[in-house]
């Protein structure tokens, strides 16, 4: 008599059991999660300071990809005293499945090289820059759930940027 999980092979084995739930995140983020709409930088075609890192010329070039994700959380920051005055700035983490994190044209090598650094996350009308992006769940070594982490951007932090020149205008004075 043998065990029934003793065999490699065969309906339960780790293989299927990971790509189901593989599906399972996917089919989630697609239908019930969030979405989030992603800027990535695209290095090539932007111009900017290498010392300021500030626009110039045509500036910061972004694709846009809409990222589903499984679970957003929106962290309203509280009123900070800084040098010049109350500043607050809210968070934001999310959870992406690993296969809808490719499928939006990412890599794990575009978090192990920091290539996301420069992107920029736009959700309920609020520019984040990302502080944090890693892999936060393995079964079987293959990535399942990838963890984003962002801080909120300023309309004055977005002045040069083409791209969220809509969110530079607001007047943003409200958490």
């Known amino acids: 008599m043998s065990r029934l999980d003793a065999k490699s092979q065969g309906k339960f084995n780790t293989d299927v059991e990971t790509s189901k739930v593989l599906d399972v995140l996917t089919d989630y983020g697609k239908g019930q999660g969030d979405w989030l709409d992603y800027y990535h930088l695209d290095e090539e075609n932007s ?30 920051g509280a009123n900070q005293y800084g040098d010049f005055g109350m500043y607050y700035n809210d968070e934001i983490a999310a959870s992406i499945s690993y296969r809808l994190f490719e499928q939006a044209g990412m890599t794990e090598a575009d978090i ?27 079964i079987q070594r293959r990535e399942i759930i990838v963890g984003l982490e962002g801080s909120q951007l300023k309309p004055d932090e977005l002045v040069g940027d083409v791209a969220f020149a809509k969110y530079a205008q607001k007047n943003d004075t409200s958490n």
């Open 47 to 76: 111009q900017y300071d290498p010392i300021f890192d500030e626009p110039v010329g045509a500036g910061r070039v972004f694709t846009l990809t809409q990222m589903p994700a499984i679970h957003v959380h929106l962290i309203y």
């Open 112 to 138: 192990r090289d920091g290539r996301y650094e420069r992107d920029r996350v736009v959700y309920k009308e609020k520019v984040f820059r990302i502080t944090t992006l890693n892999i936060q769940g393995q």
